[in-house]
């Protein structure tokens, strides 16, 4: 997590654990009682009876009133009073806050710093500065906003000038349909019923794949004006600042709008493709045929991020440095100055301390700089993992029918494994015993003939759950079915993806929506929510879902609630097509990236939790699909024409260049 939107939140807290604010009376009544809130109409703390009355009173009800609780943490700015009073440090209430300690996360009065350890002169922050510091990082807020709004402008007039093409194009398309119809009737009048019917059918499918589009674009146009609509919050909030607002509260401030603002600039904005059609029309060869509509299916929106978000997201690492030009808003020859005058007015035993401990953050800051090298050297210094292959089953059933193509495997109870053999449609069963050099004939499971599964899942309480045409359904360990529903967020929802949790809670995925729906067994509908570049391979660890994205090269974690966690890069200098495929979890929740390198072999990539590389091993695998872990630790591997089953065994080498 970037460094720079911890501070904010750390800063606010500590505000209100280690100090307080003296006691505030009502100021609305003459009973003394202790107030609890503040009117900003009628620029007065009131206590609970107050608030009472003006919820009470229809003449009082549309006064606009906030806790203290919200002025302190600096939801609004109107707090000049509550932040006037003086910052009082909570283990010793005569002594005023006037120091932060960036490394310990603690705020500190003078009588704290004798008995605080950790800290050095650069970790020192000065709460006293002058305010013309704070209004200066406030100064500074305003450009950054100008640059979010001119990014949030620029996509709006894409997606106008895109609207405008799509219009085009869907009436060309049209007329072509018409045009070529008419050709036919006066060549084949005996079909002049037929073949309007399939004009009548072929433009009613054209309206319906623009309707999509121009759904599509509504949608990114609503994000779009949600987020400029916060925007202009945040600058009404620095706009309508108190002349009178101490430092105090510009700091928290400041913070609060500056986290605001970066993770507003981390979002990815709907921009235009780059291609302009998004559906073409191709004549029949036949007499009396009129032809057909062809999708193209990577014409829609995609993601549109600022360079400057990029590069924050590159180097967010590297920003802890910087964090205490961010706190106090000076240079760092200003900061120096602003350091020593710390140091004087301390006592000499805490000056001495801070010096003698002064070397030892400065060699770990030292030890923390990066190496200048290419991601891929950096990669490939990483120790490799070794993987013991035990199992290559190519074949099942009594006819050793051998497979098609294997695209997803899954796992459950008693290292039991279902593979989805997409070519056969066709769920295969296994339990392969790594010990023994003849594991189980690999057998088809006894469902009816109609079912054609194209995607599997499966959790700990082994429930069984496919993917079959547009239906989802649920069978138990013994192969009866349970439940079957057919989840749907729109027209076009073609389902790419699906995983079963702990919790037996269902996720359907759309790769062309972008979007990702949540089911009870049953097929309750729970939620949906937005999982941008979703594509074909996804796993769940910790309410969160992990997927890759072949084309774009990605690994991304969302949660729960539709946030984007994680958008990690997947590097790489192989020929030809490559990119990422499966993806899974083991048991302490490392994630684990199938990578097809265009080659002969193929790369499991290791990542922590929070998408931290971690090691490699190469296997000798031409195209790996769905991957997944056995409930013994195993690594199973659906290979196309095979199914792959290894075993770590520990470290080797480094890698070497392929």
């Not at 054209?206 to 609509?229: G, S």
């Not at 990577?298 to 205490?324: D, G, I, M, N």
């Not at 699909?625 to 024409?641: D, N, P, S």
Request: aromatic fraction near 6%.
């Amino acid at each position: 997590m970037s460094t720079e939107l911890l501070h904010g939140p750390l800063i606010m807290a500590n505000l209100l654990t280690r100090g307080h604010v003296p006691a505030i009376k009502c100021e609305a009544c003459s009973e003394g009682n202790r107030a609890i809130a503040r009117c900003l109409t009628c620029d007065d703390f009131i206590c609970g009876h107050c608030k009472q009355m003006h919820e009470r009173w229809a003449i009082l009800k549309w006064h606009q009133i906030r806790t203290l609780a919200q002025l302190r943490s600096g939801e609004v700015s109107d707090a000049g009073k509550l932040q006037g009073n003086a910052l009082k440090c909570g283990e010793h209430p005569e002594e005023s806050i006037h120091f932060y300690c960036v490394i310990c996360e603690q705020l500190l009065c003078t009588i704290c710093c004798t008995r605080h350890q950790k800290f050095s002169k650069q970790s020192i922050v000065s709460l006293l500065d002058p305010e013309v510091r704070c209004k200066q990082g406030i100064v500074g807020l305003v450009s950054k906003l100008q640059v979010a709004v001119a990014e949030l402008d620029k996509a709006r007039t894409e997606q106008d000038k895109w609207y405008g093409r799509l219009q085009a194009k869907f009436d060309e398309i049209k007329r072509k349909v018409s045009q070529r119809a008419d050709k036919e009737v006066e060549r084949v009048p005996d079909k002049v019923e037929q073949i309007r019917k399939e004009k009548d059918n072929l433009i009613q499918d054209l309206n319906n794949i623009y309707q999509d589009k121009v759904e599509e674009l509504k949608a990114a146009k609503i994000t779009i004006k949600k987020e400029a609509d916060q925007l202009q919050s945040m600058s009404d909030e620095i706009n309508c600042l108190d002349s009178k607002a101490d430092s105090h509260m510009l700091l928290v401030l400041k913070h609060k709008l500056d986290g605001k603002l970066v993770e507003l600039m981390a979002k990815q904005h709907m921009r235009v493709p780059e291609k302009e059609s998004f559906v073409t029309f191709e004549e029949s060869e036949r007499c009396g045929s009129v032809g057909r509509l062809i999708l193209d299916d990577e014409v829609k929106l995609q993601p549109f991020t600022s360079v400057k978000s990029s590069r924050t997201a590159r180097h967010r690492k590297h920003t802890h440095k910087e964090f205490w030009d961010f706190t106090t808003f000076q240079k760092p020859k200003e900061r120096e100055k602003t350091q020593s005058s710390i140091l004087s007015s301390l006592p000499s035993a805490v000056a001495k301390e801070i010096e003698s401990h002064n070397s030892k953050v400065a060699d770990l800051r030292l030890q923390e700089e990066p190496q200048h090298q290419s991601p891929v050297e950096l990669l490939r210094q990483r120790p490799e993992e070794s993987w013991k292959l035990t199992t290559d089953l190519k074949t099942f059933g009594p006819n050793q029918t051998e497979f098609a193509f294997v695209n997803y495997v899954a796992a459950f109870a008693k290292d039991k494994i279902v593979a989805v053999d997409f070519g056969q449609r066709e769920l295969i069963s296994f339990s392969p015993n790594c010990n023994s050099p003849t594991p189980n004939i690999p057998q088809k499971l006894s469902l009816p003939d109609s079912i054609k599964a194209s995607n599997v899942a499966g959790n700990k309480n082994d429930f069984l759950v496919i993917l079959d045409g547009l239906s989802v359904k649920v069978f138990d360990k013994h192969c009866q079915l349970l439940h079957q529903f057919t989840p749907s967020v729109g027209k076009d929802s073609t389902r790419s993806c699906l995983i079963v949790d702990d919790d037996n809670v269902i996720a359907v995925g759309y790769r062309y929506k972008e979007q990702l729906s949540f089911h009870t067994l049953d097929g309750s509908h729970i939620k949906t929510i937005q999982t941008p570049m979703i594509w074909n391979y996804l796993t769940v660890c910790q309410q969160r879902l992990i997927y890759t994205n072949y084309k774009r090269k990605k690994l991304l974690v969302v949660s729960y609630n539709g946030v984007l966690v994680i958008s990690l890069d997947i590097i790489g200098d192989f020929q030809g097509q490559w990119g990422p495929t499966g993806v899974c979890c083991d048991s302490e929740g490392s994630i684990y990236v199938a990578v097809e390198t265009g080659g002969t072999f193929a790369e499991i990539r290791k990542y922590s939790a929070d998408a931290a590389y971690l090691g490699c091993v190469t296997i000798d695998c031409r195209l790996p699909r769905g991957i997944t872990f056995t409930t013994g630790g195993e690594l199973v591997i659906a290979a196309k024409h095979s199914v792959k089953i290894f075993r770590c065994s520990g470290r080797s080498k480094p890698l070497t260049e392929t």
